[in-house]
């Protein structure tokens, strides 16, 4: 049995990973990449916290579910968001989109 | 859960080695494909520890689905062999900084919280439970998540179409 330990730092370095990526990426996509795997750091938490310390529930399997539907759901939006961006903006980096509507 | 200490590292390496791989690249069409891996080797985590049905969603929604529509957008904005420039050394300290103190707080908290293990017999998660489980009004149900995730899913298309559509 491989202790719970493991899987949590992995799971630590995952969203630390994600972190770095978050506040070093300058391109919108990337920021978002770097969210994603946040989320999946954290369901990875979820479901490991279930199947080692409270295996007869089942309620981490169900937040973790409800966070890869809501991630997909918030994903959609952010890239209709973007999407608007490079219309406006012909450049989705976070330095350029500068300008609030007037 | 068996003992698989071979498939415990080849999952978490991949899922570090990828996901390192995806915030450092230059290129931004290689950063979404190393995402994708990241993403099928957390699924593999949770084919590990039985939940197949979770795993299989990941599969769905995750890697054939959020990583299709990055590309997807990726390739309406960029120039397909698009490269980024260097980040600039004091972001990339700075991120590096913060990223590895945060790192080193939380594994260092996790090692000496003492989890205790368990004696509790593990639910056998077949679809059956996990759909009764899901419509279930009483305790342990999940009938009113389950109702509001399906608002805020027809929400967010909404949203999504009349976000990106084009304006006059």
Redesign the interface.
Same mark, same amino acid.
């Given at each position: 049995m491989i202790p719970i330990t493991h899987f949590l730092i992995v799971s630590t370095l995952m969203f630390f990973i994600g972190i770095y990526g978050f506040l070093t990426r300058r391109n919108l996509i990337t920021v978002l990449m770097s969210v994603e795997l946040i989320l999946n750091s954290v369901n990875i938490n979820f479901v490991v916290f279930n199947r080692y310390l409270y295996p007869d529930q089942l309620q981490g399997h169900f937040f973790a579910l409800f966070i890869i539907a809501i991630a997909a759901g918030e994903a959609s939006v952010a890239i209709a968001l973007i999407i608007n961006i490079y219309r406006r903006f012909t450049s989705i980096e976070v330095d350029n989109v500068d300008e609030m509507k007037f | +859960?068996e003992?698989n200490?071979f498939m415990?590292y080849l999952f978490?390496g991949t899922?570090?080695f990828f996901?390192?791989l *995806?915030?450092?690249s230059r290129r931004?069409l290689r *950063? @979404?494909v190393f =995402?994708l891996f #990241?993403?099928v080797a957390?699924s593999g985590?949770?084919f590990m520890?039985?939940?197949q049905f979770?795993a299989g969603?990941?599969l769905a =929604?995750?890697a054939g689905?959020?990583v299709v529509?990055?590309i997807?957008?990726?390739l309406?904005?960029h120039h397909i062999s698009y490269k980024?420039d260097r980040?600039p050394l004091v972001?990339?300290t700075?991120?590096?900084v913060? #990223?590895?103190t945060? *790192?080193a707080l939380?594994?260092f908290t996790?090692?000496r919280f003492p989890? &205790?293990?368990?004696a509790?017999?593990? @639910?056998g998660?077949d679809m059956q439970?996990?759909g009764r489980? =899901?419509m279930d009004t009483g305790k342990?149900g999940?009938a009113l998540?389950f109702e509001v995730?399906s608002i805020?899913?027809l @929400? #967010? +298309?909404i *949203? @999504?179409?009349v976000?990106?559509k &084009?304006g006059k």
């Open positions: - | +859960m003992n200490v415990f978490s899922i570090l996901s390192v *995806a915030v450092t931004i *950063a @979404a =995402l #990241a993403l957390t985590i949770y520890m039985n939940y979770l969603v990941q =929604l995750y689905g959020i529509l990055i997807f957008s990726i309406l904005t980024f980040t972001n990339l700075l991120g590096l913060v #990223a590895t945060g *790192a939380s594994i996790l090692i989890f &205790k293990p368990t509790n017999v593990p @639910a998660v439970l996990i489980q =899901l342990n999940y998540p995730i805020l899913l @929400a #967010a +298309m *949203a @999504a179409i976000i990106a &084009k």
